[in-house]
């Protein structure tokens, strides 16, 4: 027997007769189970996928729609027997058969060896084939159906120019013309569609058509949806007015086994991105561009695939832009919503992942934290269960990000490190190579192990000349800095003005690069007061500095040094907790100092708690940028005042 529902459902025996399902319920109970993949569904999601209002008896009515099932795809199981296609498993049902029977499984499968490899055409022309219309198509007025047909027909779109561009990459393709025609006239949004159609007139010797596609294209995503096309659409524009007669199939980018075409504007923000600098500006704004084009299309998968292509690694708990960070992460939370419980995991962990990765520990309440924390941890288990090393790399960036939820967590964050690198090394990855080499760079340097962070920066800066990670020298630069004032407090160390001066050249290449606020915005002032602390002098009051955020816990030494006690005073018990991010301990150990210098020993026994879990730590080493020196110095303080009675 096999069941096929890319169309109306319907169950037929291996000779080719229909089998009698019954009537719509019947049909609808199958075609969920078919939808689950083979998993268990519990008997509360059928009641309320079936029924938007569920009956009273609305269970007694699904196990008689169960048990009629069963008589009719299994008529030969002996009475008392248990049933082996549809089963009863735990507090549910889930259904059993070869993948080979189900037509929509079939289709998938072939889908995925056709991205695997050009060999797989006649499988995926078979599983095109089969389509007889909407998938589910007599499954109306629900949900889940609803959920499905979107997420097939996105696959099936997917399928056709997949196809088509492995014909035209063979050589062949002339004869697409008039298939590729119709579909960019029913999907004009499909950007990689256009450049198939220009390739396949192209391929007919129509070379005046293919440029007026390819102008028709740019008038229609400029007009529809505010984007340029992509650096493949205008490469190909470029070839044809040359006259090439053999054009080079536009570069293709494979995510975690989607393909995603040439590249869109989301993918060319994310190389933006990576560059750093003004690019870096442009990118985040083409990013949320795209984002907001794909969701005014109506089509969830294509917005789930445009949110998950940024899969840009991020170092620092601090976002650049928290606006945006706010609309990326609302749109990814209402893309998840839309797509719901069933779609499919390698969507559902991108975008939780996009969560986790935007949602920075800094400036979140407590339930976004918490939130945010949540999706870390379930990207994570999603991608450990697909065996993604791409998707996983992107996840554990996540869980990175979200791991702040208190000071003293530097060898957790290594442990994460250790994994990123591993992963990214073994499974060529370059940029989350660099991602996990500097992550273990911040971990050594805030356990005060400044060979071992040396050597991670070494290693940072040597991939970086290969994979032009422009931001990475920059970074490293602030870490011999921090090496350097660490070392100035050590007998026969540089001086003091030998490390300020190492703080401003790393700062200055900072500025020169733009586009890092979230992490620029104070550092400077900062450094320089840690520097002042490691030689037992009063905080900088240079009215120029710019504290940045850092200003609650840094104006109380401030005014002290300029004899403005009582202000002081007003600052430090007025401040706020510092925030869960990079630079919490070295927050905690301004509050400290100042709690000790002005006798506030109610602030100094806070700050003393939240310390002794950093008691080994190194006071803004976690940044991999500065240090204040030890925590611990700053810990027997405030225990002191504290304790002073």
């Not at 650096?231 to 989607?258: F, K, M, N, S, Y």
């Not at 073994?426 to 040396?454: C, K, M, N, W, Y």
């Not at 600052?571 to 506030?600: F, N």
Request: proline share 6%; with cysteine.
């Amino acid at each position: 027997m096999r069941i096929d529902v890319l169309g109306a459902v319907r169950a037929l025996r291996d000779d080719g007769t229909p089998v009698g399902l019954g009537g719509p319920r019947h049909r609808e109970v199958l075609a969920r189970l078919v939808a689950a993949g083979g998993r268990m569904v519990p008997t509360d999601t059928l009641v309320d996928d079936l029924w938007a209002e569920p009956p009273v008896r609305a269970v007694g009515a699904l196990r008689t729609f169960v048990a009629a099932l069963r008589r009719a795809i299994e008529p030969g199981r002996p009475p008392r027997t248990p049933p082996r296609v549809l089963v009863t498993e735990g507090p549910g049902y889930a259904l059993r058969l070869p993948r080979d029977t189900v037509d929509v499984h079939r289709f998938e499968d072939a889908l995925a060896r056709a991205r695997r490899t050009p060999d797989a055409l006649t499988d995926l022309d078979a599983a095109l084939a089969a389509w007889r219309g909407p998938a589910y198509a007599d499954v109306t007025g629900s949900a889940w159906a609803q959920r499905e047909r979107t997420r097939l027909e996105e696959l099936r779109l997917e399928g056709v120019e997949l196809r088509a561009g492995l014909l035209l990459d063979s050589g062949s393709g002339a004869e697409l013309v008039a298939e590729l025609g119709a579909h960019v006239a029913e999907h004009p949004w499909r950007e990689p569609a256009w450049g198939l159609l220009a390739r396949a007139l192209h391929r007919a010797g129509r070379q005046a058509d293919a440029l007026a596609t390819l102008r028709r294209a740019h008038t229609m995503l400029v007009d529809q949806l505010g984007l340029d096309p992509g650096t493949g659409l205008r490469r190909l524009e470029t070839d044809i007015l040359r006259g090439a007669t053999t054009l080079q199939p536009p570069r293709t980018v494979w995510t975690a086994g989607v393909r995603l075409g040439p590249r869109t504007t989301v993918e060319l923000a994310r190389t933006l991105a990576l560059a750093g600098g003004d690019a870096l500006v442009h990118s985040r704004r083409d990013r949320l561009a795209a984002v907001q084009a794909a969701e005014r299309t109506g089509d969830i998968a294509l917005t789930a695939r445009v949110i998950g292509a940024y899969d840009v690694p991020a170092l620092w708990s601090r976002a650049d832009d928290p606006e945006q960070s706010r609309a990326v992460v609302a749109a990814a939370e209402r893309t998840l919503t839309a797509l719901g419980a069933d779609s499919p995991a390698e969507l559902r962990a991108r975008l939780l992942a996009t969560v986790a990765v935007e949602s920075r520990s800094a400036g979140l309440s407590a339930v976004e934290r918490r939130r945010a924390g949540r999706a870390a941890r379930e990207a994570e288990a999603l991608a450990r269960e697909l065996g993604d090393p791409a998707l996983l790399a992107f996840a554990l960036n996540g869980v990175f990000l979200q791991s702040f939820t208190r000071p003293g967590l530097a060898t957790a964050r290594d442990v994460i490190g250790t994994e990123i690198l591993d992963l990214a090394t073994r499974h060529e990855l370059p940029d989350f190579v660099v991602l996990g080499r500097l992550i273990r760079l911040q971990s050594a340097s805030a356990l005060g192990d400044l060979g071992a962070a040396t050597a991670h920066a070494e290693a940072a800066e040597q991939f970086a000349v290969s994979t032009e990670a422009l931001l990475v020298p920059v970074l490293t630069d602030w870490f011999r800095a921090r090496a350097t004032a660490a070392r100035s407090a050590e007998p026969g160390g540089p001086t003091a003005a030998t490390a300020a001066a190492h703080y401003r050249a790393a700062e200055d290449a900072l500025a020169e690069t733009a586009g890092m606020p979230g992490l620029h915005r104070g550092l400077f002032a900062l450094a320089l007061l840690g520097l002042r602390l490691l030689h037992d002098r009063p905080a900088p009051t240079d009215p120029a500095l710019d504290w940045g955020p850092y200003r609650p816990w840094t104006q109380p030494l401030v005014l002290l040094a300029r004899n403005r006690t009582e202000e002081a005073r007003t600052a430090l018990t007025t401040a706020p907790e510092p925030p869960l991010d990079h630079m919490q301990e070295a927050l905690w150990c301004l509050t400290a100092h100042a709690a000790a210098r002005l006798g506030e020993r109610p602030v100094a026994a806070r700050a003393a708690m939240a310390l002794r879990a950093a008691r080994t730590e190194h006071a803004g080493g976690a940044s991999g940028m500065l240090t204040l020196g030890p925590v611990a110095r700053y810990l027997a303080e405030a225990e002191a005042c504290a304790d002073n009675r």
